[in-house]
């Protein structure tokens, strides 16, 4: 029994049983010294004194600075102690899972732990970790380096270009990622501090114009997603002209005509109206950026400072569910409008925002949804939701989100769904579009 119970150590607990024996001994030694000088009065004391004092010190000085070095004390000490226990949780979960390679050291075994550096941002709540990629045939997964983690939770984890480490995106997990705005002022203020070129969600995630889906069940805050984005984009009114669509002519379409009556639709012969002029100003745009695009590679809109056109399409499934009733002539005429925008929109500035409960190939066509490069789904929601929004390969547990949370893709920010969580409006949103668009 005594046998089974005998834990294999690591390199650093020997290295600390080797230091702590080496102390132990020297103040033996320092002991008997003292003794024997005292009993044979010969004196020696008063030189030895200052020699083992200093090498003590020095072990003792060495270890703190290694301690300090190792966890970046120089960030702090909140930092170094964070730091130091997040390693030493790790550390003891690798030994438990024998996550670990075995070496021989002066004829002893000695696990060899993964390397573990660890990046905190953001004031401790956002950060990466990297653990060395050691062990042939086990995979360390996600969920098991959360359980390791006392107050992070792991957003998601990849390998590194080199293929030697796992990194993982750690969060906090009591983490509080939503902004609060009790009035448009504060919104103002907020917005004018962020990039220009992005739209900010929470306190840690922007994104660029793109073609966009929304998906999550009624209540779950898309509207108050768009509100919260649109009324960004009118305190930056040069930068877009916003479009706006609403078949259930509810709220948004209230917002649409205080904004732009003209640019604002809710019946059907009017949004498909709104479609074609939409297109026609694409190609117009076409048309007069053609000469300058080709002067520069890869050059968009924005480089000669045209603005973005943000079309916004709540209950999107209710505008397709009408389509269907109609003859294939016009159904294919309206995707056809639709599908052009997300495939050529991007580099001439025009863009669709699609929202909707969910985006199954019955309300939306696959080879539009898919070339979405952002898609949100927010709120709690059914695994296959988030299959046909993100795709089959992606691995996710469903969580209970709170209202405007959810998770997100967007291509270079978050190639894996992320979390977010869109601001909360605590102010009167009409009387604040008013006061912004004059
Ligand atoms: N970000 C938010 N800030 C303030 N209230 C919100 C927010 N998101 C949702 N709500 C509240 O929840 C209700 C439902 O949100 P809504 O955006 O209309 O959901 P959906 O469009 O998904 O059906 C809103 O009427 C509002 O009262
Ligand atoms: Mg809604």
Redesign the pocket.
């Known amino acids: 029994m005594s046998r089974q119970s005998k834990k294999i150590s690591t390199s650093r607990i020997q290295n600390g049983i080797y230091l702590y024996t080496t102390l132990i001994f020297l103040i033996i030694i320092k002991l008997i010294i003292l003794v024997v000088d005292n009993l044979f009065e010969i004196g020696v004391t008063k030189y030895s004194n200052p020699y083992f004092i200093t090498v003590i010190a020095s072990i003792i000085i060495i270890q703190a600075l290694t301690w300090m070095i190792r966890n970046k004390g120089y960030k702090g000490i909140k930092h170094a102690l964070i730091h130091y226990s997040t390693v030493l949780n790790l550390r003891r979960a690798f030994l438990d899972s024998k996550y670990y390679n075995i070496r021989f050291r002066l004829n002893k075994k000695i696990a060899q732990l993964p390397r573990i550096k660890i990046e905190f941002e953001k004031g401790l709540s956002i950060g990466k970790l990297y653990i060395e990629n050691i062990h042939m045939e086990k995979d360390i997964s996600a969920s098991n380096i959360s359980i390791a983690l006392n107050r992070y939770v792991v957003e998601r984890s990849y390998l590194s270009r080199d293929e030697k480490y796992y990194i993982f995106d750690i969060f906090e997990s009591n983490i509080n990622r939503q902004l609060i705005f009790q009035s448009s002022d504060e919104l103002r203020e907020h917005a004018l501090d962020s990039d220009e070129q992005h739209l900010f969600i929470d306190k840690f995630t922007s994104i660029p114009m793109h073609s966009s889906l929304f998906v999550g069940q009624?209540?779950s805050g898309?509207?108050?997603a768009?509100y919260s984005l649109i009324l960004q984009m009118l305190l930056k009114s040069e930068k877009y002209k916003l479009y706006f669509v609403d078949p259930?002519n509810?709220?948004?379409s209230v917002m649409g005509e205080k904004i732009t009556v003209q640019n604002t639709a809710s019946n059907f012969n009017d949004i498909v109206n709104l479609l074609k002029k939409f297109i026609d100003l694409m190609n117009q745009s076409k048309f007069e950026l053609k000469e300058k695009l080709g002067t520069k590679l890869e050059a968009t809109y924005a480089d000669f400072g045209y603005p973005s056109h943000v079309l916004i399409f709540?209950?999107f499934a209710s505008f397709q569910s009408q389509l269907q009733s109609m003859e294939k002539k016009k159904r294919d005429e309206v995707m056809s409008l639709i599908s052009q925008v997300v495939l050529e929109g991007r580099q001439l500035g025009f863009f669709i925002w699609f929202?909707m409960q969910k985006s199954d190939s019955n309300l939306i066509p696959t080879y539009i949804r898919e070339n979405l490069p952002v898609k949100f789904v927010i709120g709690s929601a059914e695994k296959q939701t988030y299959v046909t929004a993100f795709g089959p390969g992606v691995d996710i547990k469903e969580k209970d989100f709170q209202l405007g949370e959810g998770l997100f893709v967007c291509p270079l920010i978050a190639n894996q769904p992320k979390i977010c969580h869109f601001s909360y409006l605590d102010f009167n949103i009409l009387n604040a579009v008013e006061d912004l668009n004059e």
């Open positions: 009624t209540g898309k509207t108050y768009l259930k509810s709220s948004l709540d209950e929202v």
